[in-house]
């Protein structure tokens, strides 16, 4: 069963930092764009960052200069390495990857299960 599998989220004090990992497993054929994305009680799922599998980074404004994305095509992961962390950033992270589990097919998106991330104050 294809899956995609988050850790890292946790408790840490503003200005602190946090690195959330993602692995894809199952059978997969290929992997397109991999992203990270974020949902705060009350507020609608946004775009945290996303890369290709070339290397190419895209950010939200909100996180510019503060976190940076990075991938490991080998491994199927992704990261998201959290620094200057603010009670803003207090979400549930979701993992996001665009699948292709056959030659033939297309690629599809996929979600983890989340992990929270708390930023106290």
């Known amino acids: 069963q294809v899956q995609l599998v988050e850790s890292g989220g946790g408790l840490v004090q503003a200005g602190g930092s946090l690195r959330l990992s993602c692995a894809a497993s199952g059978s997969i054929f290929s992997i397109n764009v991999m992203g990270w994305y974020r949902q705060a009680p009350g507020k609608q799922r946004e775009l945290v960052a996303a890369?290709?599998?070339?290397?190419?980074?895209n950010y939200s404004d909100s996180v510019k200069g503060r976190f940076t994305i990075s991938r490991d095509n080998a491994k199927k992961s992704v990261y998201l390495q959290m620094n200057s962390l603010q009670p803003e950033d207090t979400a549930v992270y979701y993992c996001?990857?665009?699948?292709?589990?056959?030659?033939?097919?297309?690629?599809?998106?996929?979600w983890g299960q989340g992990t929270q991330v708390t930023v106290a104050s």
């Open positions: 890369i290709t599998y070339a290397g190419n980074t």
């Open positions: 996001h990857a665009e699948l292709k589990l056959r030659y033939d097919s297309g690629y599809f998106p996929y």
